[in-house]
């Protein structure tokens, strides 16, 4: 049983309890671990990783030491963490495709951009790059504070005081709770001359930096395809995304409508694509993955092939299909179905100088971390004209021995306390009297003391000089300006992602993306089908092979960019690529094997969508309405309902509407012909339609459109090829919905308008 009086039981309510130790958590994950310090840019991982080179004396010129070494200094005196998370940070701090500017200068194997995962810690070796000993400069020098470790053995800094701008330039991401940051390398030349600005002109807006500033600059290259407005907006707010795409170089350049494709030429006319850098933070390996499945699958038709031939650097082959295929449109494609185009999510959120977490703008930031240099600057030099106060302070008693270095030798010889007597006798103090009796036998020649004076009169010099400095905003502001030009002489080089805005990509037509190639469409009376190459004679079809007790149904032109509409008898409609279709050497292939039509359904009609803008749906009960031709597209296997029906009806016909024809025929099984105006059949997208006949017994027939002044003409039949013509429609003219009367004489006993 629990004591209720005992003094070490706390009556809380459990929720309360929870929130207040979660919101502890929250912080503890927020402040150290996830976000970075907007003064040096580093995480406290990635601080004491640098932390424990330096001490470890990995400087840039020295040998290298191996990482477990590094590792293991970092885990037990400043990051009790898991081995390999504290690795994994220092890996990626050597990576040259993941920094900017790598702060590690790594030895071994220490991955790639394909993915692959650097070697095991015992096997690598690491060191400080220039870019970590600039930012690092100063630490010995008083400029920052330091804290105990966690177990209060050792003392680390709380942040680094270098000149190097590490926050944007290499950029920082991380996952806390409730929050997160991801902020792109920048390049350093751009970064000195916006702090230069800053440091002259302290309320210089985001817009104004931007002059210098273009915008992120990734390791990996490639082009930013966004406008100055667009990175404007992203870097005033803190918040915003780049489009960030890959890019294509060649020996030659090919322009297509406002685009300049790069491309190498093959001769002959043939051509290939070359990408040579890639988005930032996106693996090579999936790329070219990517790609692959694009050409299997067959998702991408107008590309043959992808090779991968990067060596050192980024070299990906892509090979069209023809020579014919537009390089815009192919370009285009790949941004769109692969990740050669990314987005990358801006979001400057940062710890301030009082470990505040916020989202910062550009300008916000810079100004942070040069305030954060200026009070380095100014800690510096206090500190150093403290040191220059202590050596002066002893110079001043070696100088007072020189002077009466006779008598020195005298108090040394035959005192029993020759400090007492020494600075009672010349005024020292007991540090200046400690320093010479401590003086070797060797010091007292002469050019020791000219190198004192000078000494002394050097020191003066200079603690004139930085009291001035101290003293003058002016000449800090300078002084740092000046800095800043050194630091973009050492770490400067040239941008390497490409800034071009660019619309967003287009999604590319099928038509697009499929070499145009006449071809002729065969279809057998139990639904099989071909595409034969190029335009077959129609009369020819019919003579063409076809499994045993199949025959000849029907055959069309077409272009292998069109779509071909599958009409079955349920009023279902499906559509087909041409391009897709089986070639004309065997017996082609069942349309049922191409799409999911019902079992018991059969198909009234295939044609290509494009033959007319629009067309008469017609059911057997006589009932209809006319469709755009775009609303027969479906996009999936399962089609699209258009037609519904009475019982015992189906689709009968489905007839294209030439644009010059104003009258609907109509023709049902009892001999009835009607003629009425096409305005009075209604466009729909689906539904029953209208009654265009009325039948007693039977149903329809046949039904077509026609140019009321042009009269009715049909085939005669046989093989004459003749047509007869009546040219005098009015006794068939009616209203829609109406019995009709007996067709001319003549007419066809299959009550089929093409005979």
């Not at 003094?7 to 207040?20: G, N, V």
């Not at 963490?81 to 220092?90: E, F, K, P, T």
């Not at 370009?331 to 185009?341: A, G, I, R």
């Not at 021995?401 to 005192?415: F, G, P, Q, V």
Request: glycine fraction near 8%; hydrophobic fraction near 40%.
């Amino acid at each position: 049983m629990l004591d209720e009086n005992d003094p070490h039981i706390i009556d809380r309510k459990f929720a309360d309890e929870l929130s207040e130790k979660y919101l502890v958590y929250a912080m503890s994950t927020i402040t150290a671990r996830s976000l970075p310090d907007v003064r040096d840019g580093l995480k406290p991982v990635h601080r004491r990783l640098l932390w424990a080179m330096r001490l470890l004396k990995l400087d840039p010129g020295s040998g290298f030491k191996k990482c477990a070494r590094v590792v293991g200094d970092v885990i037990g005196k400043y990051h009790p963490h898991g081995d390999q998370s504290v690795y994994d940070a220092m890996v990626r701090l050597a990576q040259t495709f993941a920094l900017r500017y790598p702060l590690v200068d790594g030895q071994g194997n220490f991955g790639n951009v394909d993915g692959d995962n650097a070697a095991a810690m015992r096997y690598t070796e690491a060191r400080l790059t220039a870019a970590a000993a600039a930012l690092m400069q100063g630490l010995s020098e008083g400029t920052v504070e330091f804290r105990e470790t966690y177990n209060g053995e050792d003392e680390e800094p709380e942040v680094f005081p270098g000149l190097f701008p590490n926050l944007l330039a290499n950029g920082s991401a991380g996952i806390a709770v409730g929050m997160a940051t991801n902020i792109p390398p920048h390049n350093v030349a751009e970064i000195a001359d916006a702090a230069k600005i800053l440091i002259d002109n302290p309320d210089a807006t985001t817009a104004r930096l931007l002059k210098k500033i273009k915008g992120p600059d990734f390791p990996t290259g490639g082009v930013l395809a966004e406008d100055e407005d667009t990175i404007r907006r992203a870097y005033e707010t803190g918040r915003g995304s780049f489009r960030v795409r890959g890019k294509f170089s060649g020996d030659k350049t090919a322009s297509e409508g406002e685009r300049e494709v790069p491309y190498e030429d093959l001769g002959g006319g043939r051509w290939q694509l070359v990408i040579s850098e890639i988005p930032y933070g996106v693996l090579r390996s999936k790329i070219i993955e990517q790609c692959a499945a694009l050409v299997n699958e067959k998702r991408l038709p107008i590309l043959e092939d992808v090779n991968d031939e990067s060596a050192e650097d980024t070299r990906i082959v892509v090979t069209p299909r023809s020579k014919n295929v537009s390089k815009a449109v192919l370009v285009d494609s790949l941004f769109k179905m692969t990740d050669l185009e990314v987005r990358f999510g801006l979001n400057m959120n940062v710890l301030d100088k009082d470990r505040t977490p916020g989202v910062m703008s550009l300008a916000e930031v810079l100004s942070a971390w040069i305030r954060h240099q200026f009070d380095m600057l100014q800690r510096r030099t206090r500190f150093r004209l403290g040191k220059i106060e202590d050596r002066l302070e002893l110079v001043a008693g070696y100088l007072v021995a020189y002077l009466n270095l006779d008598r020195i030798i005298e108090i040394i010889r035959t005192e029993d306390e020759p400090k007492a007597v020494m600075m009672a006798e010349f005024a020292l103090n007991d540090r200046q009297a400690e320093a010479i009796l401590n003086m070797r036998l060797r010091s007292l020649r002469k050019l020791e003391e000219m190198q004192l004076r000078t000494e002394d009169a050097e020191l003066r010099a200079e603690k004139d000089e930085l009291t001035e400095l101290l003293g003058s905003d002016d000449l800090q502001r300078r002084r740092l300006k000046d800095d800043l030009s050194e630091l973009k002489k050492a770490f400067a080089d040239g941008r390497r992602t490409l800034i071009e805005a660019a619309g967003p990509t287009q999604d590319i037509p099928l038509e697009a993306m499929i070499e145009r190639e006449p071809v002729t469409i065969v279809v057998s009376k139990r639904g099989w089908v071909r595409a034969m190459k190029g335009h077959v004679d129609p009369d020819t079809l019919s003579a063409q092979k076809f499994k045993e007790g199949d025959e000849f149904a029907q055959g069309f032109p077409a272009q292998t960019t069109d779509k071909v509409i599958v009409a079955a008898d349920n009023g279902r409609f499906y559509t087909l690529g041409a391009d897709r279709l089986p070639g004309g050497r065997g017996f082609g292939e069942p349309v049922r094997a191409m799409i999911d039509i019902d079992a018991d359904a059969g198909i009234t009609s295939m044609f290509v969508a494009s033959e007319a803008s629009s067309y008469l749906l017609a059911a057997s009960d006589g009932r209809g309405f006319a469709v755009a031709a775009a609303d027969l597209v479906a996009e999936t296997r399962k089609g699209k309902q258009l037609m519904s029906f009475k019982p015992g009806a189906k689709l009968k016909a489905v007839r294209p509407i030439p644009p010059t024809d104003d009258h609907v025929a109509i023709i049902g099984r009892n001999r009835k012909l009607l003629i009425f105006p096409l305005v009075d059949l209604p466009q729909m997208q689906r539904g029953q339609g209208v009654m265009l006949q009325r039948y007693k017994d039977g149903g329809l027939s046949d039904v077509t459109t026609l140019r009321k002044e042009d009269g009715l003409s049909w085939a005669m039949g046989g093989d004459t090829g003749r047509t007869r013509s009546e040219p005098d429609l009015t006794p068939w003219l009616g209203s829609r919905g109406s019995a009709g009367r007996l067709p001319p004489m003549g007419f066809p006993k299959s009550n089929r308008f093409d005979g």
